[in-house]
C-alpha cells in the first residue's frame, strides 16, 4: 500500500467523500432551497398522465347521443382474459341494424392491453385515464352498459360525428372512415336545428 | 429530618424537568430523524398529520400505544417485559450526572441548589458507562426470552458488539481524564473554559480519542452504519422481532435516549459541555445560564445531527468488518491515544 493510500484510509477520506454528497444535497434541499423533492403527496396533487395512458375502458357515443357499438362481438373475441361479454341484438323496426342489448366488463379481470380498443371497428371502445377504482367489494368492478357509457361520457366529452354516407337502414359498421381523407367545412352536411 | 426533605423534593423537581425534556427530545427526535433522511435523499418524509408532519411523534405514540400487546407462546414471560425497562430505564438514568449549564448554585426561597445539574457524583463518566453497560443486558434478554431465532441472533450481536465498543469508548475517554484529572462530568466541563481553544478535542488535541468515541458511540446504541443487532434486511427486526405496542416503544424510546445521552457526553467531554466557543459569556452575570444552556443544546443537536448523517450516508458493516474494525483499528487507536495523552501530560508538567 502506497502513503496516499495509507492516509486516506486513516482519514477516513472516502467516507468523507460520502458525507459530503449528502450534506450537498441537504444544503441544496433546505439552505439554499434550489432542489426539490422528488416526491408527489399522491392524493393532493397528481401526475400528468401521458396521452397514450391505459385506464379505465369506457363506451362512447356520437354526438347525438346514439351509442357507437353494434355489437359485432369482436372486442369479446379479442379480449385476451375473457373480461368481455356482449349480448347482441337487433334493433327494432330496424332489422338489418343490431345493438349491444347488454354489455359487461369485469375489470378486476382486465389486464389494459388495449386489444378489445384495436379490435372495434366503430371505436366504440376507447380508454380512459381513471385509474382511482379501489372498491370495497370485487363485483362492484363488473361494470354494465350504462356505467361504461357514463365512463365515457364523463371523459370525452367531445363527441365524434356520426357519419352517414351509407343508407341509413344498412349502414352496419361505419367502416373506412379511418381511411376516408379528413373533412373539411365543404363537406359537411347543414346543420338542421 | 428537614434538610433532606428538602434536598429529596429539590432533587426530586429536577429529575421530573428533565426527564420531560428529554423525553420530548426523544419524541421529536424521530420525527427529524426521518425528516433529515428525507431530506437528504431528495424526498419530503412525513407531511401529513399536522402542517409539514410537525405532529406525527404525538400520532406514533398514540399509535403504539392502543396496538395489541402480544406475547408470543414459547416467550419467558418474565424476562420479556423486563427486557424493554432494562433497556429504557439505564438509558434515563445516564442523565442524573449531566451538566446542562453552569455549575452555580442558586437561592430560591431559601433553598440553596445547582439547577443545572442533578446530582454531580465525583465518578460521573464511570457511573454514565456503568449504566450503558447494564442497558445491553435489554437487548441481550429481549432477544433470547422472545424464543425466535431472529431476536437471538439479533440479541447475541448486540452483546458482542456492544461489549467491544464499550470497551472503546473506555479508552478513548482516558485521555480527557488525564486531563482534567477527574472523573465529575462538572470538573470536566469546567475545566474547558475560555473559548474553544482551551476544549479537550482542540486544547488537549483529543481529536483521536474524539473520532475513537464518537465510532465507538454510534455503535454502542445499535445505530446505522453498526446496526447489526436490527439489521432488517438479514433478521427481520433483530431483538424486536417479537415486541409490539409499547414494549416495542420503550425499545424505540431507548435506542434514541441512548443516543441523547452520548451526545451529551460527547459535547461534555470533548467540547467543553456548556462553555460559549469564545472566553466569558455575552450575558450579563446572572443571565450567563441561558447562553450557558443555549450552548450545550448546539452541541448535543450537532452530534445527533451527525447521527442522522451518518445513517444517510453509511451502508451497513458485515458481521467480521465491524469486529474485525472494533478490535483491530478502534483499539489500537484508542491505547495510542492513551499513550500519547499520558506522555505528553507527563512532558508538560515537568
Known sequence: MTLGQWVKRLT????????????????????LRNRP????QYP????????SYRGMIALLRYDDETEKCVGCDLCEAACPSRVITVIS??????PMKRYAKEYYMDMSRCIFCGLCIQACPVDALAMTKEYEWAVYNKRDLRLNKPQLLALGDRNFPERERKIEFQHHNVAFFNIGHHDLPPMTSKDQPPVTP | MMELMTFAGIALIKIVVVLIVVLTTVAFLTLAERKVLSWMQDRMG???????????PLADGLKLFFKEDIIPAGANWALFSLAPILSLVPALIG???IPYGPNKEVELFGYTFKPFVITDINIGILYILAFASIGAYGVILGGWASNNKY???????????VISYELNIGLAIIGVLILSGSLSMVKIAEAQAGGFWHWYIFGGLQVIGFVVYLISAVAETNRLPFDLAEAESELVAGWMTEYSGMRFAFFFMAEYTNMVLVSCVAAVLFFGGWQA????????????WIEGIFWFTVKVFFFLFMFFWLRATLPRLRYDQLMRFGWKVMLPLALTNVVLTAIAVYLVRQ
Do not use: C
Open chain 2, 151 to 161: 431476536s437471538l441472533l439479533g440479541g447475541l450481536r448486540a452483546a458482542a458488539q
Open chain 1, 89 to 94: 341484438a337487433e334493433k327494432e323496426g330496424e
Open chain 2, 95 to 97: 442523565f442524573a450526572v
Open chain 2, 46 to 56: 412525513p407531511m401529513e398529520v399536522g402542517p409539514y408532519g410537525i405532529l406525527q
Open chain 1, 12 to 31: 477516513f477520506y472516502e467516507i468523507l467523500i460520502g458525507m459530503k454528497a449528502t450534506i450537498t444535497v441537504f444544503i441544496q434541499r433546505i439552505i
Open chain 1, 37 to 40: 423533492a422528488v416526491t408527489l
Open chain 2, 277 to 288: 466557543p469564545y472566553p466569558g459569556t455575552l450575558l450579563p452575570e446572572n443571565l450567563a
Open chain 1, 44 to 51: 393532493h396533487e397528481k401526475r400528468d398522465l401521458p396521452g
